[in-house]
């Protein structure tokens, strides 16, 4: 690229929107209602313990309430899903998030279903998905909620734009591949099977990363032009973009940190405050 590369910057999106909820929580709070984030832990994975900290820290930062359930590795797929049932039932909670990725003996999709459609704040019930894929109001899951929020903050015209979205995951790949779809991209979606996935990548006029594997997508992939919105978050701070190389052909990426992870966050804390006025009627 001649021109410079625009950073698309996360945290300043992520600040924005929670500056937005500042007064939201405040007049909620006049009406004796504090936004509560109920988030459940499974086991002791590292990186998790981090994201569900992270997302406590941000709730109680912000004025609102963060109740946090750990619940140890051998836990079975009926606890799991009976801890859920008593949020669901619990009128403090307004949304639920269970962090992503749950120990193998559980049934993960059993577990996002047992949560009520109305505090699936993260977007993973296949209820809510199903009603985002129609372009009905559901929250959607924060991360494609993220990418979406930094397409519109910084004005990247999305309609007849050619996305191609690497990865086909239930909380990424897919519901973002399907937001993009209702703003009137044309979408391609690759996967593990694709063939030929430079040469998809190479025609795309935005490219998201949601694969799950550090520095996957190639420079030598991206054409002159294109956004890059990375969505990974490997061990050590590293993206699924070869953030170097990709930022020399771009005409406007998002780095790992300081991209879409701060903005996955600042989109659960918003649709906790929805989800507490929607409370008020
Ligand atoms: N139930 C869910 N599980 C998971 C989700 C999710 O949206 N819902 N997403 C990912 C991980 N994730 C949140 O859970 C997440 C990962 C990273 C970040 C982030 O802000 N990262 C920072 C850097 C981290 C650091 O400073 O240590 C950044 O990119 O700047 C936010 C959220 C999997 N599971």
């Not at 313990?49 to 836990?75: F, H, P």
């Not at 309609?159 to 937001?179: D, F, Q």
């Not at 594997?213 to 993206?239: C, H, M, R, S, T």
Request: negative net charge; hydrophobic residues 40%; glycine residues 8%.
């Amino acid at each position: 690229m001649t021109e410079q590369t625009l950073i698309l910057d996360g945290a300043r999106v992520a600040q924005d929107i929670k500056d937005g909820l500042v007064s939201r929580v405040k007049r909620l709070s006049e009406q004796g209602i504090t936004p509560c984030l109920a988030t459940i832990l499974v086991g002791d994975d590292p990186a998790s313990a981090t994201y569900v900290r992270m997302k406590g820290n941000a709730c109680r930062r912000l004025g609102m309430e963060s109740l946090k359930i750990t619940l140890d590795a051998g836990t079975t797929t009926e606890e799991l899903i009976r801890e859920i049932q008593k949020l669901n039932a619990d009128p403090n909670v307004h949304g639920i998030l269970l962090q992503h990725p749950v120990p193998h003996q559980i049934d993960e999709r059993a577990a996002f279903d047992a949560i009520a459609i109305e505090k699936d704040v993260d977007g993973v019930t296949t209820l809510g998905f199903a009603q985002n894929a129609f372009g009905f109001a559901a929250y959607p899951s924060c991360t494609p909620a993220a990418i979406i929020a930094i397409l519109d903050y910084y004005r990247i015209p999305v309609e007849g734009k050619h996305a191609v979205v690497v990865g086909r995951s239930p909380i990424l790949g897919k519901p973002v591949s399907l937001m993009l779809l209702n703003r009137n991209a044309t979408v391609t979606i690759c996967h593990s099977r694709t063939k030929g996935l430079g040469d998809i990548v190479s025609q795309a006029e935005i490219v998201v990363a949601a694969v799950g594997k550090p520095k996957f997508i190639q420079g030598d992939w991206i054409q002159d032009g294109a956004v890059i919105l990375d969505a990974g978050y490997n061990e050590g701070n590293v993206g699924d973009v070869d953030y170097e190389a990709c930022l020399e052909k771009a005409s406007a990426i998002t780095p790992v940190p300081a991209g879409v992870g701060p903005v996955t966050i600042a989109m659960l804390l918003k649709h906790t405050v929805d989800a507490a006025e929607k409370q008020l009627g």
